[in-house]
């Protein structure tokens, strides 16, 4: 099947595998994979590291002024880094997680990954997955995909990862994070979550990833006419 040049835009709930989905897309599709909640992570990582982050998750303005030098992107692995610093496996931790949402709703931090997002995409043929991409930074996507599942499953998945990287999690504590992001990223006055209304809704509680890029095959095809 011939996919033509355009952008795909997954958007969802935390931990629904959005990304997992959207790196398979990428490789089943030719296409380059970007993952905006990485960036909104780095963001945090570097607040982190410089202190600008307060009692009570407040961040200090400093951070807007802070933000012009830093050098955060994507290596030719698709590994995220702040300088030469590779910071994967940091960003994904237990300590960010816990700060990114209050930190990914601040304006000027959304505005900075909106300009880096569109740098990176400007070549079309390009996945992006995250909370807005769809109705914020990309609302002419030419497929917009909205994921859920239910808790429990998402929990579970978001459980089985941290485990599998040497972490000891505990599962009310992981679906309580979960469900406080979700609040988080749903209610900010600034791109909340929420469902395009030209998105398609992929519920994947039940479906392997091969089912799941089946479907969007389907959903282009559909789209486009696409019948080869
Ligand atoms: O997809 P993720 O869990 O890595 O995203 C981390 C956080 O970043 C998430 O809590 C919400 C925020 N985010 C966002 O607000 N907008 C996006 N486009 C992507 C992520």
Same mark, same amino acid.
Not at 5 to 18: F, V
Not at 22 to 28: E, I, N, Q, T
């Given at each position: 099947?011939?996919?033509?040049?355009?952008?795909?835009?997954? $958007?969802?709930?935390? !931990?629904?595998?959005?990304?997992?989905? %959207?790196?398979?897309?990428? !490789?089943?599709?030719?296409? +380059?994979?970007?993952?905006?909640?990485?960036?909104?992570?780095?963001?945090?990582?570097?607040?982190?590291?410089?202190? +600008?982050?307060?009692?009570? &998750?407040?961040?200090?303005?400093?951070?807007?002024?802070?933000?012009?030098?830093?050098?955060?992107?994507?290596?030719? =692995?698709?590994?995220?880094?702040?300088?030469?610093?590779?910071?994967? !496996?940091?960003?994904?931790?237990?300590?960010?997680?816990?700060?990114?949402?209050?930190?990914?709703? /601040?304006?000027?931090?959304?505005?900075?990954?909106?300009?880096?997002?569109?740098?990176?995409?400007?070549?079309?043929? /390009?996945?992006?997955?995250?909370?807005?991409?769809?109705?914020?930074?990309?609302? &002419?996507?030419?497929?917009?995909?909205?994921?859920?599942?239910?808790?429990?499953?998402?929990?579970?998945?978001?459980? $089985?990862?941290?485990?599998?990287?040497? =972490?000891?999690?505990? +599962?009310?504590?992981?679906? %309580? &994070?979960?469900? =406080?992001?979700?609040?988080?990223?749903?209610?900010?006055?600034?791109?909340?979550?929420?469902?395009?209304?030209? %998105?398609?809704?992929?519920? &994947?509680?039940?479906?392997?990833?091969?089912?799941?890029?089946?479907?969007?095959?389907? /959903? /282009?095809?559909?789209?486009?006419?696409?019948? $080869?």
């Amino acid at each position: 099947m011939t996919i033509p040049d355009i952008i795909i835009a997954i $958007d969802g709930y935390s !931990s629904t595998g959005k990304s997992s989905f %959207a790196k398979l897309v990428a !490789s089943g599709f030719g296409f +380059l994979y970007l993952d905006s909640g990485a960036l909104y992570r780095g963001v945090t990582l570097f607040a982190q590291r410089m202190g +600008l982050i307060g009692e009570d &998750n407040v961040v200090s303005d400093a951070l807007e002024t802070a933000l012009e030098g830093l050098d955060l992107h994507f290596s030719a =692995e698709g590994k995220t880094c702040i300088g030469e610093d590779c910071v994967e !496996s940091e960003i994904r931790s237990m300590k960010v997680s816990s700060q990114v949402s209050p930190i990914a709703a /601040v304006p000027y931090v959304r505005a900075f990954v909106d300009r880096k997002l569109h740098e990176l995409a400007s070549s079309g043929r /390009v996945v992006m997955d995250g909370r807005d991409i769809g109705t914020t930074v990309f609302p &002419n996507a030419q497929i917009k995909v909205f994921m859920t599942a239910s808790l429990e499953v998402r929990a579970r998945r978001r459980y $089985d990862e941290m485990v599998a990287k040497g =972490e000891t999690p505990d +599962l009310e504590q992981v679906a %309580a &994070n979960l469900q =406080e992001r979700d609040y988080i990223d749903s209610h900010r006055s600034t791109s909340p979550l929420k469902q395009a209304a030209d %998105a398609f809704v992929l519920d &994947n509680s039940q479906m392997s990833m091969g089912e799941e890029l089946a479907w969007l095959r389907g /959903v /282009v095809q559909g789209k486009f006419g696409i019948y $080869d």
